[in-house]
């Protein structure tokens, strides 16, 4: 089925988000290393950037390392590490041929030297770029995240520079590493799991979850334009009742 030609344009997700997962399965059911399997992965994200630009959709969020994964075999995160590096200085080009701006979120003091200084440089260099936002999650974990946020408005509550009757919802928000990004309204996982894994656990409160059973590294945009199609086609109430939005 040809699923791009059905979308309604007008009414695509203002934010789409993805847990890519299944690496290591997909590498597992290869006999290859997981390595490969990460490696492979790769050209799913290319895929998946360049669809969602080519649709419209202007904020895409990929989690692409958590704080939990930090606990993998040494091996195993250098290997992501080296691999992310790589796959900064590669892509660079494809985001500025598209229009692409490079964001992220996380921990990211916590990444080797060199992936922290060319995922910054490459943040630097498409910083002007207005046809979408891409963000990557790295060593990124909603739990930290939100902690982090209570420290700071504590802080600024303590110093009087905010008071306890100030602080609602756009407050926090705004003390989040999603601050400059809306809500998310389309979060999709791969490879079968249904958790959300410590992925943006408050920006997800009404995003519609979509779950499919493709690995990772075999993901490409026309499934991409699938999962958006379910989601033009679910009734999204927030609360109300379905008479009182038609
Ligand atoms: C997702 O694939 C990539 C990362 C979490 C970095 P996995 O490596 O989790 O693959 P599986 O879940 O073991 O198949
Ligand atoms: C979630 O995948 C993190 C990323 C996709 C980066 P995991 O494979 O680490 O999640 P769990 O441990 O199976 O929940
Ligand atoms: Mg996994």
């Given at each position: 089925?040809?699923?791009?030609?059905?979308?309604?344009?007008?009414?695509?997700?203002?934010?789409?988000?993805?847990?890519?997962?299944?690496?290591?399965?997909?590498?597992?059911?290869?006999?290859?290393?997981?390595?490969?399997?990460?490696?492979?992965?790769?050209?799913?994200?290319?895929?998946?950037?360049?669809?969602?630009?080519?649709?419209?959709?202007?904020?895409?969020?990929?989690?692409?390392?958590?704080?939990e994964?930090?606990?993998r075999?040494k091996?195993?995160?250098?290997t992501?590490?080296?691999?992310?590096?790589?796959?900064?200085?590669?892509?660079?080009?494809?985001?500025?041929?598209?229009?692409?701006?490079?964001?992220?979120?996380?921990n990211?003091?916590?990444?080797?030297?060199?992936a922290?200084?060319?995922?910054?440089?490459?943040?630097?260099?498409?910083?002007?770029?207005?046809?979408?936002?891409?963000?990557?999650?790295?060593?990124?974990?909603?739990?930290?995240?939100?902690?982090?946020?209570?420290?700071?408005?504590?802080?600024?509550?303590?110093?009087?520079?905010?008071?306890?009757?100030?602080?609602?919802?756009?407050?926090?928000?705004?003390?989040?590493?999603?601050?400059?990004?809306?809500?998310?309204?389309?979060?999709?996982?791969?490879?079968?799991?249904?958790?959300?894994?410590?992925?943006?656990?408050?920006?997800?409160?009404y995003?519609?979850?979509?779950?499919?059973?493709?690995?990772?590294?075999?993901y490409?945009?026309?499934?991409?334009?699938?999962?958006?199609?379910?989601?033009?086609?679910?009734?999204?109430?927030?609360?109300?009742?379905?008479?009182?939005?038609?």
């Amino acid at each position: 089925m040809n699923y791009k030609d059905k979308l309604n344009l007008d009414k695509l997700p203002a934010h789409v988000a993805i847990i890519m997962d299944g690496n290591g399965r997909w590498a597992k059911q290869k006999g290859f290393l997981r390595a490969s399997g990460h490696k492979e992965g790769t050209k799913a994200v290319r895929d998946t950037v360049e669809g969602c630009a080519e649709i419209g959709v202007k904020n895409l969020t990929l989690y692409a390392f958590s704080t939990e994964n930090w606990n993998r075999p040494k091996l195993e995160v250098d290997t992501l590490m080296k691999l992310l590096v790589s796959s900064l200085k590669k892509e660079i080009k494809t985001l500025q041929d598209n229009n692409i701006r490079l964001n992220c979120i996380g921990n990211i003091s916590n990444l080797p030297k060199k992936a922290k200084k060319e995922l910054l440089d490459v943040i630097e260099k498409t910083s002007s770029n207005t046809r979408m936002t891409l963000t990557l999650a790295l060593s990124y974990g909603s739990r930290e995240e939100i902690t982090s946020c209570f420290k700071q408005i504590a802080e600024k509550v303590s110093k009087r520079e905010l008071s306890i009757e100030a602080i609602d919802e756009s407050v926090i928000n705004k003390h989040l590493y999603t601050q400059n990004l809306p809500d998310v309204d389309l979060l999709i996982r791969t490879s079968g799991e249904q958790r959300i894994s410590n992925f943006l656990l408050w920006q997800i409160a009404y995003a519609e979850l979509y779950f499919t059973k493709i690995l990772w590294p075999d993901y490409r945009r026309e499934d991409l334009f699938e999962a958006i199609y379910n989601y033009q086609n679910r009734e999204r109430r927030f609360g109300k009742t379905s008479e009182q939005l038609s």
